[in-house]
């Protein structure tokens, strides 16, 4: 644990922001200002790698979204490490063989990703630091379409693509595979099969694109959360995240949350998981605008405390909502 502690005195998220942000004002030139976060990305990655290199997890195999997710996040001079599930992913920064983990949060289309939170439930980790990647689902297949009898991808993807799939292949068989890039990687071997994944994906496994953009909703944005030891000093432009789980009797949930209603803190998104120990009580996953270490803050979770069972705090870390900073990324490829 110190020594994966050690990694926050060389990636500080809110500092890199920062940074980009200072660039992107700067600039008066013809240089894109949208491609200015991806390059700089690129330079402090390389530089910090001389520092300490940074042993980075994700859901594998290589090429899946929350590869990519990581690459925006990190660059291409950290080392990754593929895992098969988001608790493999936990327990490898738990254990130090990783300093960062990046595991899918929430998607706009489908909500919150509780495989996540039920890790969290259960593990001592801090959210670090998030980033948001736009999802764009492909057709991918070395197959003629009237070919195809069976189709690999992820649930999430499936459920993002159906009313396409419906359409245009009602017929064929949908399986669901633990990532996008499995699927990928799957229908590179196998004839009359498809997957539904990423560019990277085909890049990486040399399928072509058959379609294009298949997601059923546009706007399809996946928040990806960087998990770790180590925690984030206040911003001024911070988001908290917590689990609570609150007396199983009336009113218990709003008088939790009056004290945030109170002290003028603005309640972002609310979550309830079963708790897996009684039956029907939950726990509520809740965000909100601020840090842990402002004073209201810090008097409204003294007040939350009075009220619940048990609080839990995942972390406050630099807000980098897409809807408040838009931020386009490169095409790249994947070292190596």
């Not at 609310?270 to 803050?297: C, N, Q």
Request: charged letters at 25%; glycine letters at 6%; a negative charge.
């Amino acid at each position: 644990k110190s020594e994966n502690s050690c990694a926050g005195k060389f990636y500080v998220p809110h500092r890199e922001r920062d940074i980009f942000e200072k660039l992107i004002h700067a600039n008066e030139g013809e240089f894109p200002t949208a491609a200015i976060p991806a390059v700089y990305r690129e330079i402090i990655s390389a530089c910090r790698s001389l520092e300490t290199p940074l042993n980075i997890g994700y859901l594998g195999p290589p090429s899946s979204y929350c590869h990519a997710a990581a690459l925006q996040k990190f660059g291409t001079s950290a080392t990754f490490f593929p895992f098969d599930g988001f608790s493999a992913i936990f327990r490898a920064v738990e254990k130090g063989e990783c300093h960062y983990g990046v595991v899918a949060f929430r998607n706009s289309t489908q909500g919150v990703i509780t495989e996540t939170l039920d890790n969290f439930q259960r593990s001592e980790l801090n959210i670090y630091a998030e980033t948001y990647l736009d999802i764009h689902h492909q057709f991918l297949s070395n197959s003629a379409p009237e070919d195809i009898t069976r189709i690999y991808t992820h649930g999430q993807a499936f459920a993002q693509c159906l009313e396409w799939l419906e359409k245009h292949f009602p017929n064929a068989e949908y399986t669901e595979v633990s990532s996008t890039s499995h699927g990928a990687e799957r229908a590179a071997k196998e004839e009359g099969t498809a997957a539904i994944a990423s560019d990277l994906a085909a890049q990486m496994y040399d399928l072509p694109i058959l379609f294009s953009n298949i997601e059923d909703r546009s706007h399809n944005t996946t928040r990806f959360v960087i998990i770790g030891y180590d925690s984030e000093q206040p911003t001024g432009r911070d988001k908290t995240s917590m689990i609570i789980h609150v007396r199983n009797q009336p009113g218990a949930l709003f008088d939790s949350l009056e004290p945030f209603r109170v002290s003028g803190i603005n309640l972002t998104h609310i979550d309830s998981r079963p708790t897996k120990e009684e039956r029907w009580e939950y726990l509520f996953f809740i965000e909100f605008e601020g840090h842990r270490e402002e004073a209201r803050v810090k008097k409204a979770l003294a007040e939350l405390e009075s009220h619940c069972l048990h609080v839990k705090l995942l972390g406050s870390y630099a807000d980098e909502d897409q809807k408040k900073e838009k931020e386009i990324e490169m095409v790249r490829e994947i070292p190596g």
